[in-house]
Nanobody, 115 residues
Framework: VQLVESGGGLVQPGGSLRLSCTASGFTFRRYAMSWYRQAPGKERELVAAIASAGGRTDYADSVKGRFTISRDNAQNTVYLQMDSLKPEDTAVYYC?????????WGQGTQVTVSS
């Protein structure tokens, strides 16, 4: 299993970024996918999750209405559209898949929200 994130960077408050995570090594369309984040000195937290067929999504309260998770099963890719970014969104963002009860992570992508 391999998860490769991209799309992080530096953005001003109020700006937008779209993260991508491309998966390989398992049947992507059969598994729910999630995005987590970890800020310095804090525990890793769930940001958003999407069901295998994409019909159900869940979000942390802190990002509801600002972030949107989606997936393209033909491209084995899950996305996180982040709008109205705030400084407190600054963190390393990780893609996650639980495959056969094993938790897999990508290498992470840094998102920094600062003026």
């Amino acid at each position: 299993v391999q998860l490769v994130e991209s799309g992080g960077g530096l953005v001003q408050p109020g700006g937008s970024l779209r993260l991508s995570c491309t998966a390989s090594g398992f049947t992507f369309r059969r598994y729910a996918m999630s995005w987590y984040r970890q800020a310095p000195g804090k525990e890793r937290e769930l940001v958003a999750a999407i069901a295998s067929a994409g019909g159900r999504t869940d979000y942390a309260d802190s990002v509801k209405g600002r972030f949107t998770i989606s997936r393209d099963n033909a491209q084995n890719t899950v996305y996180l559209q982040m709008d109205s970014l705030k400084p407190e969104d600054t963190a390393v963002y990780y893609c996650n898949a639980d495959v056969y009860s094993v938790r897999y992570w990508g290498q992470g992508t840094q998102v920094t929200v600062s003026s």
